[in-house]
């Protein structure tokens, strides 16, 4: 759905960031992050000794969902660290998300940022946020009239086929970030490149040294599929089915962020489990706020958008893939 154009004064926000600011909940939070990462790299490790341990088994396939599982939370960490909300040095945040997402995980960071910061400063605004731009998904009712052929018919169909086409996603992230390496001559875009062959490398070695060829195939596919699937389940339910603003609307920052965005309601396991997503009006409103200090921040931006008569949007989890897949089919349709 799309929404008016609003004009709204940015004087509205400062008054809200002042009250986060002395409160502390801009404050870098090494003692969590510290352990965050130790704990997280850990699981990773631990996978990776499990499935020597279990051999050329079957059962390795468990190893490979497990591995999926702690190649999302150590996205979780490059997200943190593309934010600026672990280090203070923004060369130390850099270092960290290319150790955790090009070299852990296989993604490329230095493609990553900018296009997710493109992505926060125009929330699922027409022609300016790359998340609802041109790609097998349709967000928007003008994209899904332009398809033809092949992809009329899935875009006809996308509500349906949402959560089996998230089993490819990883393997299009890996693909993406090959591609936008490829075109970069760079000194950054060289080791972006040599840590992904380093990933690539070790990923491929350990899984066919330790398995043979048919079972290494059969985890290689499993774990990349629910990896793909845990990553794009955390991101679906923050954006998906919420307000779409036109190319020309302007609204001021706090506006834009609130309307467009969704938490999800839940208890600790649910935060550990989204990497802290759930509070996203939260996280849209102060990107470089340190994970542990959203849930901190909510009481002080619910009194906000009262003040301000912003629909401050939250549903469970389930309630908001509901609503996303209402979206999608209404814009096939």
């Known amino acids: 759905m799309a929404v008016a154009t609003i004009i709204s004064s940015p004087t509205e926000y400062r008054e809200l960031a002042g009250r986060v600011r002395d409160a502390g909940l801009l404050d870098r939070r ?3 992050y510290a352990a965050k990462i130790a704990l997280t790299v850990a699981a990773l490790v631990a996978g990776w000794v499990a499935l020597f341990a279990v051999g050329d088994s079957w059962v390795a396939l468990v190893i490979a969902g497990w591995l999926a599982m702690t190649f999302t939370q150590v996205v979780f960490v490059g997200h943190d660290a593309g934010h600026q909300q672990i280090f203070r040095s923004r060369r130390a945040n ?5 150790l955790v997402g090009n070299l852990l995980t296989g993604l490329s960071f230095g493609w990553w940022v900018p296009k997710h910061n493109a992505h926060h400063a125009h929330p699922n605004q027409v022609d300016r946020d790359p998340d609802i731009g041109a790609g097998v998904i349709a967000f928007t009712p003008e994209v899904a009239e332009r398809r033809r052929g092949a992809g009329r018919w899935l875009a006809r169909r996308q509500a349906w086929l949402f959560f089996p086409l998230l ?3 990883a393997v299009a992230l890996h693909v993406t970030s090959v591609q936008k390496l490829i075109g970069r001559r760079d000194r950054s875009a060289a080791v972006e490149a040599a840590l992904l062959v380093a990933h ?3 990923y491929l070695a350990v899984v066919f040294w330790v398995l043979s060829p048919v079972r290494a195939v059969a985890f290689v596919a499993l774990q990349q599929a629910v990896f793909g699937l845990y990553l794009g389940c955390t991101f679906a339910p923050n954006h998906k089915g919420m307000p779409i603003l036109g190319a020309e609307d302007t609204l001021s920052f706090a506006r834009r962020q609130v309307i467009t965005a969704r938490n999800v309601t839940g208890g600790p396991f649910t935060t550990f489990m989204l990497g802290g997503l759930n509070y996203q009006i939260e996280h ?3 990107p470089m706020m340190p994970r542990p200090n959203l849930a901190r921040a909510q009481a002080m931006v619910r009194a906000f ?6 629909r401050y949007q939250e549903d469970s989890l389930l ?8 979206h999608l089919r209404a814009v096939g349709a």
Do not use: I, K, N, V
């Open 319 to 326: 309630g908001s893939y509901r609503q996303s897949l209402r």
């Open 30 to 32: 090494p003692f969590y």
């Open 200 to 202: 690539t490398a070790f």
């Open 167 to 169: 089993l490819l996603e």
């Open 284 to 286: 849209h409103l102060f």
């Open 94 to 98: 850099r270092l960290a998300g290319l």
């Open 305 to 310: 958008c009262a003040g301000q008569d912003l």
